[in-house]
């Protein structure tokens, strides 16, 4: 028996046999993985595993250790799949795009009174352009928070030009199952807020994936339109969709649009609002077909949808979702319907009734019935011509992206030329004329507050104080905002996915799997959405050790420290220094995850089944709208924090402990509140209190530790540190303990005990790397 294993790159099979259980099998299944496909071998990862397939006409990754578990047989002769042009549709068979109210009498039934709130769900799987057509629909008007309970993002914003209305965009999911927080979030949602209407949104350039999703959520008997987006993408490559065909099968109205081109999205909302409005419900909820494999499924379905009738009302699931549910196995559902011991022995007798007759276990047969359905309406209502332009460039680009002997180098490549773009070109241009137009403001402020004669201490506390501590942290704006914008354009593009391909195997040296690198590559900008967008990753142990790990990877907020010390110790060396930096994180971290896995983790990596997606221009007004919440995020801060930070800061070293004003800043309470932890500092070189209190400052964000230096010492830092202290001060900066809002994240995510343990840890490998860096610096002669 061949498995998917043994297939050679190019070759075809089809699957026979999905071994292995639980959530991994699931996942399989959900995303086409069933007996009777057939898969094409595409190509290995560089580093050997894991593998990429051809699949429904989208390309998946998995490992090689679970596709030892795909049983496969060779494609029979003469099955060659029917040429697409064979089938042709009249070139007018779609007149009208899904009129409205086809399959509802429109305004017969009785409409929602005027002034509820029309509330919508947005669902679709990940990369099916959710986020652009929610930014298409809502425009300004939109709030991102949380889940309730959970702290996947959520964002609700208002139609444009429909106060009257509230749509949340979903997570990304692929199917209903329970296996990952996102679909849990997402099924709870529909299920528990009960919005008034679904729009499900459906990449249609890989149609038959996506449909399955669509076919889970008619189930949930919820209004719903369905939006075809990427035409431009089908359309330009020669493709139709028959909608009239799709919605005579789905029985529910359907939309072409094209998000990122702005098209059909009006036709999109009137639909969308008349559904709610007149809460029609999807007349069609059942796929399974009587004459398939003499009915057994179908029975199976229908035999529990009425024994668990009852229940499933006063659970408030719906009936048909419930049923599907129950067959597939899914203890969440299983619970709520309080089934009694008759009831449950009764439901698992129809269904190994089912397996039996079907030839298939209880999963792969409803998978399968899905597919059959979406088989059908495919062959009527689609046509490809030929593969879309967009997938052949995304071959070619990937015979280089993730090439056996390129995906590496590109990838070092690809990530000096962001590095280096963000800190010395476009981030620095940037970040210089800043500086110049804070130092002018600066200047004719402090001519002004001369002028106007103002106070001794508020002109002190304005200039020495607000301005300089304020105004070195806004100059870095450029270069976060820089580093973000590649982040995106990385991410929206379908890189990152890539990555993940390709370094899977390295990560799971450490104990990981490739989608951690996400989390981390995220975390080089800010550890709090790192932390935050450690929830796609489907096991919990994967995700709290990503988690631990973050605090590595040096966030963009440290930058001014180290190009403060730089700037003042080893201009010549910047670069070095600022890369080597970043290294030494990565290469801790390493070290440190490879400790873990063998002790708190124990275990291995969560199975790695994950789309890779067509590469695509990520549209402009996504990119911008995520630079101008990254921007108001930093700026908020530097103007609340930071700022609030700076002025205790200068508060406390003005003044003695008298309250007096003192020059002397040995005599502040600053000082003197700092200087009980001096000693603890003294072996790693930085006994300076000044110092110790730039790093209690820094724990409110990052980088307040510049603006605090920046008001104690002023301009003579070389006289008071040597080189050697200076880097202590570099590593010590880099390793210590998380700014407030990341230990905030960490708490969010793991709990109170977590965020503390991470406080400690990190503080004390800080010290000894520390002091490793000293006791080297001493030997090889620095002072
Ligand atoms: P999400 O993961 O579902 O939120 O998807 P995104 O909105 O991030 O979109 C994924 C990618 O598809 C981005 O690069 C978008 O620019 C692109 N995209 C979205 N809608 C369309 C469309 O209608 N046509 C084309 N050609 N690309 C699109
Ligand atoms: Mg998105």
């Known amino acids: 028996m061949k498995t998917l294993k043994d297939i050679r790159i190019g070759e075809k099979a089809v699957v026979t046999k999905v071994n292995g259980e639980g959530a991994l099998r699931q996942h399989l299944l959900d995303m086409g993985v069933i007996p009777g496909v057939e898969v094409t071998v595409v190509k290995y990862a560089p580093m050997g595993d894991p593998i990429e397939i051809m699949i429904h006409g989208y390309e998946l990754t998995l490992r090689l250790e679970d596709a030892r578990q795909i049983e496969t047989k060779p494609v029979p002769a003469g099955a060659e799949t029917e040429k697409p042009e064979s089938r042709k549709h009249g070139k007018t068979l779609h007149p009208g795009l899904g009129e409205g109210g086809k399959f509802h009498p429109k305004g017969s039934g009785d409409p929602l009174p005027d002034g509820t709130v029309l509330t919508f769900a947005l669902v679709g799987n990940q990369n099916s352009g959710k986020t652009t057509l929610f930014n298409r629909l809502t425009g300004s008007n939109q709030h991102v928070g949380n889940f309730p309970g959970v702290t996947v993002d959520r964002k609700d914003g208002v139609i444009q030009g429909h106060p009257d209305t509230l749509i949340t965009d979903l997570p990304g999911i692929y199917s209903m199952s329970p296996y990952s927080s996102e679909e849990i979030v997402s099924r709870n949602f529909v299920l528990n807020e009960k919005p008034k209407a679904i729009i499900n949104i459906v990449d249609a350039t890989n149609i038959e ?50 998000a990122a081109k702005n098209e059909g999205i009006e036709e999109l909302v009137d639909h969308a609002l008349h559904i709610a409005k007149y809460q029609e419900r999807p007349i069609r909820q059942d796929f399974c077909d009587e004459t398939d494999h003499g009915g057994a499924v179908h029975r199976c379905l229908h035999g529990i949808a009425h024994l668990i009738e009852d229940h499933a009302r006063s659970a408030g699931i719906p009936v048909r979702f419930a049923a599907s549910k129950v067959i597939e196995g899914d203890e969440l559902v299983f619970s709520q319907l309080n089934l009694d011991q008759n009831e449950k022995e009764m439901i698992e007798h129809i269904i190994l009734q089912m397996e039996m007759e079907r030839g298939l276990d209880r999963s792969a047969a409803i998978a399968d019935m899905r597919f059959a359905f979406i088989h059908k309406v495919c062959d009527k209502a689609v046509i490809r011509i030929a593969e879309s332009k967009e997938k052949v460039r995304s071959e070619k680009i990937d015979r280089i992206l993730t090439g056996q002997y390129t995906a590496i180098p590109a990838f070092i490549l690809i990530m000096a030329a962001v590095f280096w773009l963000t800190f010395n070109v476009i981030g620095a241009a940037l970040q210089n004329l800043l500086e110049m137009g804070i130092n002018v403001l600066t200047g004719r402020a402090d001519q002004l507050l001369s002028a106007l004669n103002v106070n001794e201490t508020i002109h002190h506390l304005l200039i020495d104080g607000v301005f300089a501590g304020v105004g070195s942290v806004l100059s870095f704006l450029p270069i976060i905002v820089t580093l973000f914008f590649f982040l995106s354009l990385m991410e929206d593009s379908g890189y990152i996915a890539r990555v993940a391909f390709v370094m899977d195997k390295l990560l799971r040296k450490i104990g990981l799997s490739g989608r951690s690198i996400v989390p981390m590559l995220i975390g080089f900008g800010c550890s709090v959405p790192a932390i935050m967008s450690t929830r796609t990753l489907p096991s919990e142990r994967d995700r709290k050790m990503t988690i631990l ?43 440190i995850a490879r400790i873990y896995k063998n002790t708190l983790f124990k275990g291995s990596a969560a199975p790695f089944v994950m789309e890779l997606p067509n590469y695509r221009i990520p549209s402009a007004q996504n990119v911008i709208r995520l630079l101008w919440e990254k921007a108001k995020d930093f700026l908020q801060r530097a103007f609340s924090v930071i700022l609030v930070a700076t002025i205790i800061v200068w508060f406390l070293q003005s003044f003695d402990l008298h309250f007096n004003l003192t020059e002397d800043s040995h005599s502040s309470i600053l000082a003197f509140l700092s200087g009980g932890l001096v000693p603890l500092f003294k072996p790693i070189g930085l006994g300076d209190w000044r110092i110790v209190t730039s790093l209690i400052s820094g724990v409110m964000a990052k980088e307040s530790v510049t603006s605090t230096m920046e008001v104690l010492f002023g301009q003579d830092l070389s006289t008071i540190l040597t080189p050697l202290a200076a880097a202590s001060m570099l590593v010590f900066s880099l390793l210590y303990t998380p700014c407030i809002a990341a230990i905030a994240a960490v708490k969010r995510e793991m709990g109170h005990k977590w965020a503390i343990s991470v406080v400690l840890w990190q503080c004390a490998v800080a010290w000894m790397a520390a002091y490793v860096v000293r006791i080297i610096g001493l030997a090889i002669g620095m002072r």
């Open 549 to 591: 790990l973050i605090p590595f990877m040096s966030c963009s907020a440290k930058l001014p420290i180290y190009a403060f010390f730089v700037n003042a110790f080893f201009p010549k060396r910047g670069a070095l220094i600022m890369t080597g930096l970043y290294v030494l994180g990565i290469l801790l971290s390493i070290l």
């Open 209 to 258: 994936r996506n449909l399955y999703l669509t076919m889970q959520l008619l189930e949930m008997d919820v209004p719903m339109v369905v939006a075809l987006n990427m035409m431009d993408e089908v359309i330009g490559s020669g493709g139709s969709i028959d909608v009239n065909a799709m919605e005579e099968a789905l029985k529910v109205p359907v939309v072409t649009i094209s």
